[in-house]
């Protein structure tokens, strides 16, 4: 079976994942699994992601729902697979942000920054949204798939809905399976903020053209 850190290295490592991270944060005393007490590292990936010169310009308004996933997915644990069909959690190691929150933030940031939208917000903050982004987060996982080291694993399937009719637009399932420098824990959470960074791409590119795409098939003319 492939061997799964207890404990996360607190030197090397963390200034290679420095790039995509927020410097550990030790947590003293926190209280773990069967009741044992030790420090716990916090990983918060944050990678920033700059516009494509393929992207087009769309002149729309867009909401960004929270993402679904099964509660073992979208916890503060970092999930673990090290066999097929069984999943354990990285011991003395916790996510900053839920999974769905990083995807949520890294879909919404990307576009924002991208400035080749009329306006994006998180769904339930009031603006007047032409079209919906859904996401269903399937998978957040670092997978072993039979081999030395795990892959940082996320799979999504992402809905553009418009909102006059709420008929689904576009419909998409994206995957990004980034290889970990090593098994240390520090690695994996760096090749996470990889897989997070791939896929935040490609789901804000896609959302661009698919919504653009729309907007001039006349699909929605006359339901104003």
């Known amino acids: 079976m492939p061997r799964i850190p207890n404990r996360t290295s607190a030197t090397g490592p963390l200034r290679m994942a420095a790039a995509l991270l927020v410097a550990g944060t030790l947590l003293g005393g926190c209280s773990l699994l069967g009741g044992s007490r030790e420090p716990v590292t916090i990983y918060a990936p944050d990678p920033r992601i700059p516009a494509d010169p393929a992207w087009p310009q769309a002149t729309w308004q867009l909401s960004i729902s929270r993402p679904d996933a099964a509660r073992m997915i979208d ?40 400035r080749r939208i009329g306006a994006v917000a998180r769904q339930g903050s009031g603006i007047a949204a032409d079209y919906k982004l859904e ?29 006059i009719d709420q008929d689904v637009v576009a419909s998409r399932t994206f995957l990004q399976a980034v290889p970990a420098a090593g098994t240390d824990t520090a690695l994996v959470a760096q090749a996470f903020g990889q897989a997070l960074a791939a896929i935040g791409h490609d789901i804000a590119g896609w959302t661009l053209d698919s919504g653009n795409a729309h907007e001039g098939s006349g699909a929605h003319a006359g339901r104003h």
């Open 135 to 163: 996401m269903d987060l399937r998978r957040y996982e670092a997978d072993y798939a039979g081999n030395a080291v795990p892959a940082a694993t996320i799979e999504v399937n992402a809905k553009l809905l418009h909102n």
């Open 75 to 114: 916890s503060a644990r970092i999930v673990v697979r090290p066999t097929p069909g069984e999943l354990q959690v990285y011991k003395g190691a916790a996510w900053a942000r839920t999974p769905g929150e990083q995807l949520q933030d890294i879909v919404l940031r990307t576009l924002e920054d991208s």
